[in-house]
C-alpha cells in the first residue's frame, strides 16, 4: 500500500510583528507575469477572510483579502491577504 505524499510549499518572504505573520508567495517568480498570494496569520493561525475585499487593521498595518487563489484568472493577480495598500506590495525583485 502506497501513502500520498504531501508536498510542503514554503513561503518566499515572511514578515512579522507582533502575534501577526504575512506570509508571502510568488507565482511565476521573476516573470513579467509574477503575481502574489498572501496568507495572514494570527498567533499562528490563519486568518479567514469574510468576504473579498474585506479590510482588518493588524500590527503589519491594514490587511486586505484580494481573492481566492484558486479563483485567479491571470497569473500576475494578487491573491489572498495582502497589503490594502496595493504599492506597498513587493514583488520578488524588490
Not at 508571502?24 to 495572514?40: A, R
Not at 494570527?42 to 493588524?58: C, R
Request: overall charge negative.
Amino acid at each position: 500500500m502506497t501513502q500520498a505524499v504531501k508536498t510542503v510549499t514554503y513561503p518566499d518572504r515572511e514578515i512579522s510583528k507582533g502575534k501577526w505573520v504575512l506570509k508571502l508567495y510568488y507565482i511565476s517568480k521573476g516573470d513579467e507575469n509574477e503575481g502574489v498570494n498572501g496568507e495572514l496569520l494570527l498567533d499562528n493561525k490563519p486568518v479567514e477572510p469574510k468576504h473579498v475585499g474585506e479590510v482588518i487593521s493588524t500590527d503589519l498595518g491594514d490587511m486586505k483579502y484580494y481573492c481566492d487563489p484558486e479563483e485567479r484568472k491571470m497569473s500576475f493577480e494578487f491573491t489572498g491577504w495582502l497589503y490594502a495598500d496595493s504599492n506597498a506590495i513587493s514583488m520578488s525583485w524588490e
